[in-house]
Structures are given as structure tokens and as C-alpha cells.
């Protein structure tokens, strides 16, 4: 079978490996569908701090079970799914106590170990999710972005009945907004200097998109939201630029979700956040909790994703998917890799 290997930054091979065969209490995978995340572009550019190369990517998976081992249940051949992509050591104080997914020696598919990005894929049986039959595989695959949202918006104590702030309209953005509008916010405000993706926030029916580098954000919050502004805050770009507005534009006693991740460490004015009792609240990846949100939002027609994916590549063309958000000049949002 073909698997796809980052060999180093800005070079992917495919390699000719024997199909895996499940050992007990482990799945094969056919992956489908293969979403290409920020994540990902990060280490195809060397930039990523905890990836080392060769690396064979793909943890935003759709796809369906090819075989089982000796004693899985509930998972049979044929079936739809996705998987959550942690690897947990089961033993430190976080995952004894429900929080596994910031386990103290967590690695994630497709980062610290080998992802999706071949034909077929083992794991165990306790990482997948069997998804309803009239889901489809894009949507199968984009199950787990949508469980970021889940999480962070989670971590706030959700967003029914609030009036939501979002900075930041790429895909984590744009996926937390319509999280937060499917949730039962009052409103949600998504912000992004980047017209196209104001544009395709718009497309996925979140009205109120503001381009702080042609209006003043701070204005159109009180216009939109009133005199006491937003509710809840979620920086999801991981600049200093987002956070500093987040801090900034908070009313005394906000909470502001922190989801982005941040590739250079950012100043902040924490005179701010204790002189206005602000809750700087930080957001890693999802529990399984979170991906059966997420899966019930999309499954029940909550979520739009379609205008999201903006190109699809087959498996034997992985480097051009790449190339292709390189060469966008920022215009897309979700790239998808088909392997059927």
C-alpha cells in the first residue's frame, strides 16, 4: 500500500509499505478523506516546534473500517467513521483525572507520530467513532476541527444565550462562530482582516463579519452588541495583534477563550486582565465528549461545511494541497485529500 511521508519541510514521498493487520483490540482504517489543518502546513514548513521529520501526516479523518481485531466490538467492517488522533500515556495526573487530552506526555497522529496519510490505517478501537451512514465523508472529516470549537467554546461554559465575539474567521474561527450560533448564542460577531474569509463566513451564514483594518472593531461591537459588548470573547488566530483586542475590548469580568496557537510569544497587558477581573482561559484540542457534540451538530444539519472546503486533491497528488495553499494567497479555508 501507498503511504505518503514527509521526509522533510516542503518534501513529501510516497512509499510502498505491507497493509497493517490488526492486532486485538485494534482497527484498520481505509481513510477517505483527508483534511489539511494549519497544523499541518506549519510543519511542511519546518515550523512546527514539536514535529520531527520523516512524519507521515493526516489526523482530520473520514473513512470507513476494513478490518477488526479480537475483541472489538461495536466497530465492523464497512462502517463510517473518524478517530480522535491523541495518544495518551493513561498514568499522569490529567488523564487520571478526565483530562486526557492535555496529558503530560500527550502525541498527536500525524505530529509525534505516524498519522493517516496512507491507504490504511491501525489504531486502537478506543480512539474511533462510528459516524451515522448519512454523513458524508467530507463531513466525516471534518468532524474533528468542529470538536475544537466544541472545546473551547466548553471551556467558557458554552454560549447559549450569549453574545459572542470571534477574532479570527479561517477555518478554527469560522467553525467556532457557527458552533456558538448553533449552541443558542444571542448573536456572534466574526472579525478577520482577510476579505475572502469574511466572504466565506458570510457563505456559511454568519452575518456579522467585521474587517477591523477597514472599520473600528470597538465601534462596531457597541453598535451590534450594545453598551455592555460581548460576553464571551474567542481569540482564534494566535497573534498578539487578536489577543491585545481581546484584552482591550473585554468588558470588566469577560471571559476570552484562547484558541489559537501562537508561533511567536505575545506581550499582553496582564494590568488589564487584573484590573478588569478578565479570564484569560486557554483551549487544547477536544475530548470524546466534544466529538459527540460535534458529531450531532453535523449530523442533525447545523453546521454548514460545504462552502468551506475550497480544493480537493487524490492521495497521489498530497504535495500539491500544499503547493496549493502556498500559491492561494490566503484564499482558502478547508483543503481536502480524497482517497477513493
Known amino acids: 500500500m501507498k503511504q505518503a511521508v514527509m521526509t522533510a519541510p516542503g518534501e513529501i514521498q510516497f512509499r510502498e509499505i505491507e497493509k497493517p493487520t490488526p492486532r486485538e483490540g485494534e482497527v484498520v482504517i481505509q ?10 502546513i506549519h510543519v511542511y514548513h519546518g515550523l512546527h516546534p514539536y514535529t520531527g521529520y520523516p512524519i507521515v501526516q493526516g489526523h482530520e479523518v473520514g473513512g470507513v473500517v476494513a478490518e477488526v481485531g479480537e475483541g472489538v466490538t461495536g466497530l465492523e467492517p464497512g462502517d463510517r467513521i473518524t478517530f480522535m488522533p491523541q495518544v495518551t500515556c493513561g498514568e499522569c495526573y ?58 473551547a467554546l466548553a471551556r467558557a461554559g458554552g454560549a447559549a444565550g450569549k453574545r459572542v465575539l470571534v477574532l479570527g474567521a479561517g477555518t478554527i474561527g469560522n467553525l467556532t462562530a457557527q458552533v456558538a450560533r448553533a449552541s443558542g448564542a444571542a448573536q ?57 483586542d481581546a484584552i482591550r475590548l473585554a468588558r470588566k469580568g469577560t471571559t476570552i477563550v484562547v484558541v489559537g496557537v501562537f508561533g511567536k510569544k505575545p506581550q499582553v497587558d496582564l494590568g488589564l486582565v487584573q484590573d478588569r477581573e478578565l479570564s484569560l482561559v486557554g483551549s487544547l484540542m477536544y475530548q470524546k ?45 478547508k483543503v481536502m485529500i480524497a482517497l477513493d
Open 94 to 151: 490529567p488523564c487520571r483525572h478526565g483530562m486526557a487530552h492535555i496529558c503530560e506526555s500527550l502525541r498527536v497522529m500525524g505530529f509525534q507520530t505516524n498519522g493517516a496519510g496512507q491507504e490504511y490505517f491501525v489504531l486502537p478501537a478506543a480512539s474511533v467513532l462510528k459516524l451515522p451512514e448519512s454523513m458524508s465523508l467530507d463531513e466525516a472529516a471534518m468532524v474533528e476541527p468542529v470538536s475544537v470549537a466544541v472545546h
Open 289 to 333: 465528549a466534544d466529538y459527540e457534540q460535534a458529531i450531532a451538530l453535523i449530523a442533525g444539519g447545523r453546521m454548514s461545511l460545504s462552502n468551506m472546503i475550497t480544493h480537493r486533491f487524490p492521495f497521489d497528488r498530497y504535495p500539491d494541497a500544499y503547493r496549493a495553499i502556498e500559491e492561494s494567497g490566503g484564499r482558502y479555508l
Open 31 to 40: 481513510p477517505r478523506r483527508i483534511g489539511v489543518c494549519g497544523s499541518d
Open 188 to 244: 456572534v460577531m466574526i472579525t478577520d482582516i482577510s476579505p475572502y474569509k469574511l466572504e466565506k463566513a458570510r457563505e456559511c451564514g454568519l452575518d456579522i463579519a467585521i474587517n477591523p483594518a477597514q472599520e473600528s472593531l470597538e465601534e462596531a461591537i457597541r453598535t451590534y452588541f450594545g453598551p455592555d459588548r460581548a460576553d464571551l470573547i474567542l481569540e482564534c488566530v494566535g497573534v498578539e495583534a487578536t489577543v491585545t
